[in-house]
């Protein structure tokens, strides 16, 4: 604790210091220039570093949650509920800068927990710079909240309605006041309803064609709290604290059915049937405690925060499973038991500094972060008689340390060139206990990560820009797990404590002209690539499913965007992108060569019914053409979305209709490639994504008395954990 108060001081101390060197001697180096869309506030703005989706001025949004306003998002792709940047994988997404540790379904209920009411904007930052963390070699995605004008208070009320093959409730309070020195944001939202998972899966065996039939129904509700409180101890010293919270309950319905086929003579050989019940329940908490001061008017400045995050899942299970054997004129069930309980706990000090000097302008910064992880895993087979045949249970506990120091340095050099660098050091040590093994696996490693960005402003309308950078993909916690989580007695899943970090080294090169056409050029070779791999052994009708590290290779990839006014009432935002990848594959499952590419477009009309501009419309669609990644092929799929809103009462009441998925066309369908184990499979998933949504939202308060959210600084362990 002495020396992170050392830290600090030296570097108040340095900040004070500069503020003591004379005007003429101390030129501010100019930012690197961003490229903003002016006129009134537009749908979509592109700045040097990123895409800014203003989500208050969406209508495809309106009455939905985070996950819906990514959908929107340009240059974001949501399949499925797995989210993505257009040409990119393996993302990181921050609310107001923090990086949430979570992942998969986990990270989709969070999102959902957000109001889209409660968002400002999207940033869709492509490149990421030094200050943040090395994580994820997609790019990040964060969404900022709103912060409430000064001297003003007001209350919003909202609520939804969901309508698909089943239905869901959205409703929510949101209080903001801010007077003088001290602020207060409050927001409660309670969200209630069902939702809806089908999956059609086909595997060839050697000796047998097998038919799966998956559906998923899930009763669910959750509330989420959130208070934020801000004081100004000076005219530059500003203190806060932030909590916010998820607390979720599920109950799950699933229904399983497996036929066996003989290719002798297309007779059913097997029929296995699983039904049952799973009940969940996930609480997520975190607290911020932040710290501002700004050093004189020359913009430098000194941050400051202290992260608690805290997650926990606990799920039980209730499944049968009926065997029938028509070969042998058998029926014997079984029963499983599951019990699975997660617990993380990460906590984080991080602070940064804001430094104009002679020769630039120079921001530097240091973060302390620890993860625990606590993983209990117990499955229990019972006959027709209750009588125990299978006893399974793994406790893995998992301690992460992590330490990081960067350095950004950015300078201008006429009219014309800009140029920032990085480098950012990341020092690591993890532990892995399996407790009923007693094994343990300890790993160490230091990485530097540079960043290089360089924009020439060829004229008024052409502008060039090259990027370079290395990122990190770490293992999600659950992936390194060793317990197993049974889905019947034939199939599991299970982590693997030896999985490697995932790394890739990237090139960009960005063209954009007159300010609404921007085009990039990338190229990314990626090392130790990894995915969760399924391993089959048809003799035992048995499935396991396991994380593995698998390939080396590289990505070349085109995009563009387009944001442009057509009319003064018609404003569209297209975007899309076509990748080639290819991949060296050095486990024995695979091909040696995986060669796949994939494409996606999207386009966004944004319309203006009315001249006071309180009807507004918006029609979108979006495809994904077929597609081949070298271990998996899948089929296009689209999506035709409409939606309308409509603003009344001196624009306090708002109304809005959305209707998603209109032709039921967003469906996935794939299949697996396999070199080994003479099978192959198809899969055909769907999400319950054709739906329409009812919203309603009044705002009411004192416009001349509103609040700050703390943009924070947790860790990138957020986007880990599951």
């Known amino acids: 604790m002495k020396k992170v108060t050392a830290t600090l001081f030296v570097l108040y101390a340095s900040l004070g210091l500069a503020q003591e060197v004379k005007k003429d001697s101390t030129t501010p180096s100019k930012e690197i220039q961003e490229i903003t869309i002016e006129g009134r506030k537009k749908l979509v703005e592109k700045k040097v570093d990123r895409i800014v989706f203003n989500v208050e001025n969406s209508v495809k949004a309106t009455g939905g949650d985070a996950l819906d306003a990514l959908k929107a998002t340009p240059n974001v792709q949501v399949r499925n509920e797995n989210i993505s940047i257009t040409g990119k994988n393996s993302i990181q997404i921050m609310v107001n800068d923090k990086i949430i540790q979570l992942g998969g379904a986990e990270l989709a209920n969070y999102l959902k927990s957000i109001a889209s009411e409660n968002i400002q904007k999207i940033e869709v930052i492509t490149t990421p710079p030094s200050k943040y963390d090395a994580e994820g070699n997609g790019g990040l995605i964060n969404i900022v909240l709103k912060k409430p004008k000064y001297d003003n208070w007001n209350t919003t009320l909202r609520s939804s309605y969901r309508q698909g093959m089943v239905a869901s409730f959205r409703n929510g309070a949101n209080f903001s006041y801010r007077k003088n020195k001290f602020s207060v944001l409050a927001d409660l939202g309670y969200n209630f309803g069902n939702s809806l998972y089908q999956n059609d899966i086909h595997f060839w065996y050697p000796k047998e064609y097998w038919v ?99 997650y926990r899942k606990e799920n039980n299970a209730d ?71 299978f006893d399974y249970k793994d406790h893995f506990l998992y301690t992460e340390n992590t330490q990081a120091v960067y350095a950004d340095w950015t300078k201008s050099f006429g009219e014309k060139w800009s140029v920032k660098a990085g480098l950012r050091g990341e020092n690591t040590q993890s532990k892995g206990v399996s407790v009923v093994e007693n094994k343990t696996h300890k790993r160490e490693f230091f ?77 990314i070779r990626h090392q130790d690539h990894r995915s969760q791999i399924t391993y089959h052994n048809p003799d035992k009708d048995e499935a396991v499913m396991k994380w593995e590290n698998y390939s080396n290779g590289s990505e070349w990839a085109l995009s563009f965007n387009i944001n442009k006014n057509i009319l003064p009432w018609w404003e569209i935002s297209a975007n899309g992108w076509v990748n080639y990848t290819h991949f060296q594959s050095y486990i024995a499952l695979y091909p040696d060569d995986l060669i796949g590419w994939s494409s996606y477009q999207s386009l966004n009309n944004a319309l203006m019914l009315n001249k006071a501009k309180t009807l507004q419309a918006n029609v979108s669609y979006q495809y994904v053409l077929p597609w081949d990644n070298g271990t998996a092929k899948g089929s296009g799929a689209s999506s035709l979305d409409f939606g309308i809103k409509y603003l009344m009462f001196d624009k306090k009441l708002t109304l809005a209709l959305n209707v998603n ?48 959210q703390r943009q924070g600084g947790n860790a990138e362990e957020k986007g880990r954990s599951n």
């Open 319 to 389: 499944l049968m499973t009926a065997f029938h054997n028509y070969t042998l004129g058998t029926a014997p069930q079984v029963a499983t038991d599951n019990y699975a309980s997660q617990k993380i706990n990460n906590y984080s000090l991080k602070t940064d500094v804001v430094l104009p000097v002679s020769w630039g302008n120079l921001s530097f910064g240091a973060k302390i972060a620890q993860t625990q992880t606590d993983n209990i895993a117990q499955t229990e087979f019972r006959d027709e008689n209750h009588t125990l045949n």
């Open 212 to 310: 799966n039939w998956l559906e998923d129904k899930d009763a669910n509700s959750s509330w989420s709290p959130l208070l934020n409180l801000n004081y100004d101890l000076t005219d530059k010293s500003t203190i806060g604290v932030q909590y916010s919270g998820t607390f979720y309950k599920d109950n799950q319905k699933q229904s399983a059915q497996n036929k066996a086929y003989s290719y002798d003579n297309s007779d059913l050989t097997k029929y296995y049937s699983t039904n049952g019940e799973e009940y969940g329940n996930i609480g997520v908490k975190s607290l911020n405690i932040n710290f501002l001061h700004n050093f004189g008017e020359k913009g430098a400045k000194l941050t400051a925060d202290a992260d608690y995050f805290g």
């Open 447 to 523: 990485k530097l990560f540079p960043t290089i960005f360089a924009q020439y402003k060829a004229s008024e309308n052409h502008n060039w820009s090259l990027t370079m950078n290395r990122r990190i993909m770490r293992p999600q916690f659950f992936s390194l797990n060793p317990g197993r989580l049974y889905m019947n007695p034939k199939s599991y899943v299970v982590g693997n404590p030896f999985l490697q970090p995932s790394y890739s080294t990237g090139v960009f090169l960005g063209y954009s002209y007159k300010n609404w056409l921007n085009i990039e050029a990338q190229y």
């Open 661 to 708: 998925d209109v032709l039921k066309t967003n469906i996935m369908t794939y299949s697996t490639r396999y070199k080994t184990q003479g099978i192959s499979d198809s899969y055909r998933q769907y999400y319950d994504s054709r739906f329409v949504r009812l919203s309603l939202s009044y705002k009411f308060g004192n416009s001349k008395i509103s609040v700050q």
